[in-house]
């Protein structure tokens, strides 16, 4: 179990001229830890969504997942051997970079199989502190994916002997409620309309059985990504657009949260355009998809590039994501109110890593972790990002997000001008203030804008992915007392603004006392 601390006074130097230029204290401040200070009003409590699990520390603690989790490997291809990955090193690893979510594995429970590999890999999530999404194969097969044939495979759901095998399955994946790292199964990666009925009923079935047995399992669920159009799913049709995809998706799948993947940085190009529709647009509108389904959102971003999914031999080619483009990637979600992030891949499958010529490109593609069991570069890019995360979850868990504010020329012209041409789905928030904030000032960045326990949080993100920039938060009065929490280090100041020097991407969260 993870604990959290206020550290010294050793950070953000800069900050602390602003305590010893304060008026007079006047009788109504408060006088605490040395400084005095004034409380902001507090409203009444706006409603979150949020979801997590006692396996990974509770419901402050935000799921940081990772899809493709360890497998039982070894043995060697064209030379080139591999590692175990269910093993101790690789778990610990993952606990290091601050992963707590497994979700997925090439490893799947096979109903009354034996099923050793996932059962260590159980055992080893549950001594780090992880929960785990199991991939059972009976289950795939009910819901038409037919990936992984079982002796069960021939009694459907449907009938009677279906939902006992079931209810045997869930049994037998958490030993009847005792393995403390299983919070569920994994049930459908973008799903197409022609299985919600199949998905429907296995939903139910399953949350019938739970409620019965007395579990709090649940079902991962990970949407097609938005699309613009029609969209008729490879012939597999109907055709139809996102909204109505959402709707049926929702109303027959219901899932507990909107996972949803979005990979900005895939594209040729470079320049900033490219980031208008599968990063700025797509935030708004999942966003407001999850809130209208009063689910959380949960974020699916990339861990490298060249997802080769059709396992060709292909050369190795940008665009890879910097350590900025990822920072960015994931604290933008955050400030647009994400309450759980997702890296794919998380251990990179070993048809991602084939490369012209029959070699292997094992390091500069994808993956925290390399299919040869190398840390990737992405590996210390989410790191840094996820021990931020875990500094500041407590907060963002309990936090309603209202929204963005969004500062500077260039990141105005791409997050509002171009990615709300056509529509707006009311992410981001007119001017540059919200409740004690006045103004901003200094380089581009977006302001993730929260409601904390009827008070005010703020994530403040540098836009530019490149370089650092100086921004300053400007408020209404000179003695509010702030707790500034940059690089999972936090800082209690006070004063009338507050001024950042934020790395490319990097993210800071500011909660008003």
């Known amino acids: 179990m993870k604990t959290k601390r206020l550290l010294g006074l050793g950070i953000f130097p800069f900050l602390f001229a602003l305590v010893g230029c304060q008026s007079k204290p006047a009788i109504t401040k408060r006088y605490v830890d040395g400084m005095t200070y004034r409380e902001t009003t507090k409203r009444e409590a706006e409603t979150y969504y949020s979801l997590s699990y006692d396996a990974i520390g509770g419901d402050e603690v935000m799921p940081i997942g990772g899809f493709y989790g360890p497998y039982a490997s070894g043995g060697s291809v064209d030379g080139h051997n591999f590692p175990n990955f269910v093993s101790e090193k690789y778990f610990q690893y993952l606990e290091d970079a601050g992963i707590n979510l497994l979700v997925y594995s090439r490893d799947f429970w096979t109903y009354q199989g034996g ?216 604290n933008l979600a955050l400030a647009y109110g994400a309450k759980a992030i997702q890296y794919f891949p998380l251990i990179q499958p070993l048809y991602y890593a084939y490369k012209t010529g029959g070699t292997y490109d094992f390091d500069n593609r994808c993956g925290l972790i390399g299919a040869d069991g190398n840390l990737t570069r992405w590996y210390y890019y989410a790191k840094r990002a996820n021990t931020q995360i875990q500094a500041i979850d407590h907060v963002l868990m309990k936090s309603a997000n209202d929204g963005v504010l969004v500062h500077g020329d260039t990141a105005r012209h791409y997050i509002v001008d171009e990615a709300q041409k056509d529509s707006s789905f009311g992410a981001v928030l007119d001017g540059e203030s919200y409740r004690e904030l006045t103004s901003i000032s200094g380089g581009d960045c977006v302001v993730g804008c929260f409601d904390y326990k009827g008070g005010t949080a703020l994530y403040v993100v540098n836009y530019n992915r490149k370089e650092k920039a100086d921004i300053t938060l400007h408020f209404d009065r000179d003695d509010y007392r702030y707790t500034v929490t940059q690089r999972a280090e936090s800082v209690d100041v006070v004063g009338n603004a507050v001024p950042l020097r934020l790395d490319a991407g990097e993210g800071a969260l500011i909660v008003l006392a």
């Open 115 to 330: 099923n050793a590999n996932l059962t260590e890999a159980l055992d080893l999530a549950e001594a780090h502190h992880m929960g785990y999404f199991v991939y059972v194969d009976w289950i795939a097969n009910q819901l038409g994916q037919h990936m992984a044939p079982s002796d069960a495979t021939s009694i459907p759901l449907a009938q009677d002997d279906g939902k006992e095998i079931l209810a045997d399955v869930i049994d037998e994946v958490s030993d009847s409620g005792k393995r403390k790292a299983f919070v569920g199964v994994h049930g459908m990666d973008e799903p197409f309309p022609k299985q919600f009925d199949s998905i429907s009923l296995f939903s139910k079935t399953f949350y019938e059985i739970c409620q019965e047995k007395g579990y709090s399992y649940d079902i991962f669920y990970n949407s097609l990504g938005r699309w613009n159009g029609e969209n008729n799913f490879f012939g597999a049709g109907p055709s139809m657009n996102y909204e109505s995809y959402m709707e049926q998706y929702f109303d027959e799948i219901t899932p507990r949260m909107f996972s949803c993947t979005q990979y900005p940085f895939t594209s040729e190009s470079t320049e900033e355009s490219a980031l208008v529709s599968p990063l700025y647009y797509g935030l708004d509108a999942n966003r407001y998809t999850a809130n209208k389904y009063h689910v959380p959102f949960w974020r699916m971003l990339q861990a490298g590039g060249q997802h080769n999914d059709a396992a060709a031999w292909i050369p190795s080619v940008d665009p890879y994501p910097s350590e900025g483009e990822t920072l960015y990637d994931v």
